[in-house]
């Protein structure tokens, strides 16, 4: 397991509170208007990209779901960017032509985005190709969602990953719904970390509400990885606190689910931590709180203020 | 009685075989199943079976021999002491050689006429660099790929067959030898997968060459194609191209029926973030791959199984190209226009040979080379120039690239036209199986001639 630093302590619970402030941000901002289309909010889901985040290089690639906010936070890009692109204006990541589940930063190695439930898993095979292929010790992070792990593709991608032993990891954030549909309405045999087993991909299961429990699981399986054992599954059991995506009404769950895994609030987790080793006091939490919520209400204003992409703006970046 | 045995068709398109090794002897005795030869043709090596018995009488052919045409006699086999002229053949062995004879004919047309016909285009006349010796356009493409191969690290080969089998079509003939198995890759069955793989290989900055065994089998893998490889760039605001070229045969081969005859040039044409290639010779395929390989996105490559064997000069400087979206006037004249592509070229300059002699039509063909970018200046001047045009083509005709050249034409040089525009497509319908339907289905010769004796209202 690896050795956390107080420092990794206070980023943890600052990289989480940052995204779930901004997730909320982002809802308000919906409800008024400023952002439009699809818009899946990551609630709930904070300690599986965060846990991961602590584990992983500058140069490792990731590549995600349209579920993407949260990870381009984790990632370290700039909320007010992000915010941006929310908002469809030209200071956005993507210059306003993706919106909230079309976001990159090559800078970053941050390769989208991607909104075809199961797509973004062959493509993340293949950017793992690549490292392999320059002779990098670089790996690719692979997140997937528990809906799209019955769809073909990502049969076809474990076959490839395996049979050509590509430093890819798969992480399946299992946030128990596909859409409406939960998963033992959708998938034969609940153990989605198992489905790599026929390729001979290990597979493990972890708590994602727990991020010390996802660092020693991303820890293990990152350093198989990297070392050119080939791919390896992490399935998350994680939950989402809103809907699917900000029209969800979610109605084919109850309150009672949801108030009991509220009760292990993955931000709740981190900061009890903090107090119970005296990392921090109540006061330097407080601090962070304060700070957290002062910089993502700046990242709305700044999203809502810059402009929308200049007209002619619709006719490049079709061709290089 | 003695019986011929005939150089087989191995293939769906193969029309002519080489004898690279015999397996028996003048003298031997051969029975049914034994193997009697090595046969290479337009696709592979195979050996072949003896399906009669009896004694080697005579072998018509050395070992090394080329060329040799499908149904000729190779070998004959029989009673030693039986005189050979007295054979005669059984009716239904009969009906089966005339039936391949016709298929024969058919799939020879082009590449007969062609010799007659093909004066090269101005474009090639002007080229000092132009080789003697004529290649096949599998050859072409081959040694495009491999001299890009050669320059640049990032280039890439993946597809099903392409490295241990050297390719279905022999397209890939040697290039695992040359550039061993970490770029030269064999995949599984798998399109959508390794489809995706390579895209992710593109964003993150390799040059793949995808190979589609035929674009048939790029239906697996639209999705990866359109959604993720053609559109990445405009949705991360330019920050993410997809440098990959996807290759391999498209449209009609021979009998191969409705799941593996489809022209898919119209349908990609359809997706901004694509660029569309369908080269017609061999000189045109090795300037244009050149070009579809070095260029930053992505790129539909539409080669043409029957024009794989087709033999032409090229110019064989590596850093030859010929730039993506520029048509190319393969003939001048000044009575019609023609607009084709791909193997409709063939046909289209054996109409106009026809068009000359029967009807002393001019005709000017346009071979469009890329059809996205489509290079509307080339029709349209054309167009000011005839006064009347037909599109060529072998897609379904709804939403076909005539279609859009249709379109185009009307509301750019409405007032030149002098007759409607006329396209010639392939039926609205899947593709039979049956030669004689198969052959209604395509565009044929005569009905480029209807259509051009239509538009120039010639009854």
Redesign the interface.
Known sequence: MKKLQKADYIKMYSFMLKIRRFEERAAQLYGMGKIGGFCHLYIGQEAVVVGILMTINKNDSVVTTYRDHGHMIARGLDPKRIMAELTGREDGYSAGKGGSMHMFSKENNFYGGHGIVGAQVPIGTGIAFTHKYNGEKNICRTYIGDGAMNNGQVFEAFNLAALWKLPVLYIIENNKYGMGTSVDRAAAGLDLYKRGEAFGIPGEKVDGMNVFSVIEAADKAGKYVREGNGPYIIEVQTYRYRGHSMSDPAKYRTKEELDNYKQTDPIEIVKAEILKKKIATNDEIEKINKDTLEEIKNAAEFATNSPFPKESELYTDVYL | MSTEILMPALSPTMTEGNLSKWLIKKGDSVKAGDLIAEIETDKATMEVEAVDEGVVLDLLFKEGEVNIPVNKAIAIIGDPNEKIEARKEAPVEKVIEEKKIVKNIETKIETKKDEIIDTPSPKIEEDTNLSSEEITMRQALRDTMAEEMRKDNKV?ILGEEVAEYQGAYKVTQDLLQEFGK?RV?D??I?E???????????????RPILEFMTFNFSMQAI??II??AAK??????????CPIVFRGPNGAAAQVAAQHSQDFSSWYSQV??L?VIAPSTPYNAKGLLRSAISD??PVIFLENEILYGLKGPVNNDINFSIPIGKANIEKDGKDLTIVTYSIMLQKSKEAALRLKEEYNLDVEIIDLQTLRPLDTETILDSVKKTNRLITVEESWPFGSVGSEIANIVQRDAFDYLDSPVIKVNSADVPMPYSLSLEKLYLPQVDDIINAAKKVSYIK
């Open positions: 890439f970490e890759l995949t599984p798998s959508h997968g390794f489809t995706g793989l390579a895209v992710g290989a593109a964003f993150k900055g390799l999705d990866q959604n993720s990445t760039l405009y949705m991360s605001g330019g920050q993410i191209n901004p973030g660029k930053p996105n």
